[in-house]
């Protein structure tokens, strides 16, 4: 159990990032109408954003494409549901806006969530 906890504090050494997590919540106004208002949940969660370009060719094309997959690194014990918009802000200035797919890779260290670019998600 000691070898975890200092990989754990290992990792949180390169969590340069953090983050504020979105949910969309029912809210039902006077009149009875129900619309979804955005609520963050949690904030400042320190994290890292890990990038890999994935290139593939398409037999018989003359051009190659490269995709981005894209996943966040955060505490074990951070709980974050699916579909939930996810806000990072990079190295103290740059803030990106993702959303979660699937489920989250739990490990004994950390957890890992894969994430698009919210205006990619389909």
């Known amino acids: 159990m000691l070898v975890i906890k200092n990989i754990e504090n290992v990792l949180k050494r390169f969590f340069d990032d953090v983050c504020d997590v979105i949910e969309l919540r029912e809210v039902v106004d006077d009149a009875g109408i129900t619309n979804f208002e955005e609520v963050v949940v949690l904030r400042n969660i320190p994290c890292r954003i ?32 699916n579909g939930s918009i996810i806000r990072v802000l990079r190295n ?12 989250a890779a739990v490990f004994d260290s950390h957890r890992e969530i894969r994430m698009v670019l919210k205006n990619t998600f389909a």
Do not use: H, M, P, W
Request: charged share 25%; aromatic share 10%.
């Open 50 to 81: 890990c990038y890999n370009n994935l290139k593939s060719t398409v037999k018989g094309k003359a051009s190659d494409y490269v995709t981005q997959d894209v996943t966040l690194l955060l505490g074990r014990d951070v709980f974050i549901k």
């Open 92 to 103: 103290g200035s740059e803030e990106v806006l993702y959303q979660k797919t699937g489920e």
